[in-house]
């Protein structure tokens, strides 16, 4: 079945530093993907997504961009900010069904420090 | 914007109790999802509905049940509540067909069973 693999963390940056969390999926078809955020204390909210292949979603800075070759969909920042701490989660839908069903990793924790 | 409430933040009962725990949203969506979120583990569906008095399982169904008599209302329910299913659960709704919609979380409701 489809599936969802992010890498683990925590991830600890200082502030400014390059970030990238590392995510990879299985599905059939053309899922569509997203990443979403969770701060401390909040329920999860979309950051990005794309659609098809070689779609690059992007939202406050983070990018991710669809790469069916390597079924990955990577999220980068180029300055993470103390404000970025929080919970991501890589997810997808797959392709058809009319219910929007998403399949969710296992979530990547960033603390940036100061 | 759309909104999507749950009934508490935080909920404490006992081994044994059922539980009840509400999730509102105000956009009409048809369809909505119940998860439950643990650390190393992610978010996991354990109920979802695409319409009025429609459920199906997801992923992790056993010990759940769930409600739905109005368009805007999803309830989970603990028939007798036990110690692991002290969790995060998290309600989510988005709109129905085949679109790339994405889902609108609630802020979550931490439940610990003694």
């Known amino acids: 079945g489809d599936s969802v693999t992010q890498m683990e963390g925590p991830v600890t940056l200082s502030e400014e530093a390059f970030l990238t969390i590392n995510c990879t999926y299985t599905a059939t078809g053309y899922p569509s993907l997203f990443w979403y955020v969770q701060y401390p204390g909040e329920g999860l909210q979309l950051l990005l997504k794309?659609?098809?292949?070689?779609d690059k979603g992007s939202n406050k800075g983070f990018e991710a961009t669809y790469r069916k070759e390597t079924t990955s969909f990577h999220l980068e920042k180029g300055s993470v900010q103390v404000s970025d701490s929080a919970v991501y989660f890589c997810?997808?839908?797959?392709?058809?069904?009319?219910?929007?069903?998403?399949?969710f990793g296992t979530g990547t924790l960033l603390a940036v420090q100061p | 914007d759309v909104k999507v409430t749950q009934s508490s933040r935080y909920l404490v009962k006992r081994t044994g109790e059922k539980v009840f725990l509400e999730c509102v949203q105000d956009m009409d969506h048809e369809n909505m999802f119940w998860y439950r979120q643990d650390p190393g583990l992610g978010l996991r569906l354990i109920y979802f509905?695409?319409?009025?008095?429609?459920?199906e399982k997801g992923d992790i169904p056993e010990g759940y049940s769930v409600s739905r008599e109005k368009k805007e209302r999803f309830s989970l329910i603990l028939e007798s509540a036990s110690t692991n299913q002290t969790s995060m659960y998290l309600c989510?709704?988005?709109?129905?067909?085949?679109?790339?919609?994405?889902?609108?979380f609630g802020p979550g409701t931490r439940l610990t069973v003694l």
């Open positions: 989510a709704s988005t709109p129905g067909g085949q679109g790339y919609n994405e889902q609108f």
């Open positions: 509905s695409y319409d009025v008095k429609m459920k």
């Open positions: 997810a997808l839908r797959g392709y058809g069904g009319a219910t929007n069903k998403l399949i």
């Open positions: 794309a659609t098809k292949a070689d």
